[in-house]
């Protein structure tokens, strides 16, 4: 759906000519991809900081990095989630716009 170059419908013609074949305009597969790569990262991230923190509890003790850097790749996640969500928002809205009659 996101790539609708790639789609066509026939149009009937306003004469008795035949139905004439139009193509949409746009491709959006980027932002589609880029908001399941960040949802699917997320996804995977999630257990692994859960495993981290439930079998190697020593790594998150007072003084060690691994707070640090679970808050940094949490932060970076959420960035990134806010990020794609609002280019899939707007790349859904052009699709909504191009395939409106």
Same mark, same amino acid.
């Given at each position: 759906?996101?790539?609708?170059? @790639? /789609?066509? *419908? ?6 008795? &000519?035949?139905?004439?074949? +139009? *193509?949409? +305009? ?6 589609? @991809? %880029? %908001?399941?790569?960040? &949802? +699917?990262?997320? %996804? ?6 859960? &495993? &981290?923190?439930?079998?190697?509890? @020593? ?13 940094? +790749? ?20 052009? /699709? ?6």
């Amino acid at each position: 759906p996101p790539r609708l170059h @790639q /789609v066509y *419908f026939e149009a009937p013609s306003c004469g008795a &000519g035949p139905p004439e074949r +139009v *193509f949409l +305009v746009g491709d959006h597969s980027s932002a589609a @991809q %880029f %908001f399941v790569t960040v &949802g +699917v990262g997320s %996804f995977l991230y999630a257990p692994a900081a859960l &495993g &981290g923190y439930l079998f190697a509890p @020593q790594a998150y003790r007072a003084g060690g990095r691994g707070p640090r850097i679970d808050l940094g +790749v949490t932060a970076a996640l959420a960035f990134l989630w806010l990020v794609s969500s609002c280019a899939w928002a707007a790349a859904l809205a052009e /699709v909504k716009a191009a395939t409106a009659p």
